[in-house]
């Protein structure tokens, strides 16, 4: 698909090592800032810190919705 204006992501970065697993991350936050809305759903703390939004879920209830300020620990050349 070209151009989607929504990308859903489960666990993008799952079977992936840490320099591919940066890349997958930095690529679809790229997505992002130009337009697309990137939807990624994950047990990863670090891959969670991409993220302008974070909600967190335990049980089927939300506990944390809250603004995230993004702390990206790759550049990707």
Known sequence: MINPKLILADEPTGNLDSKNGDEVMAML???NREGTTV???THSEKEGNYADRLVRLLDGQVMV?????VQQTAEVA
């Open 65 to 69: 919705d809250k603004a995230n300020r």
């Open 39 to 41: 939807i990624v759903v």
């Open 29 to 31: 936050r790229e997505l």
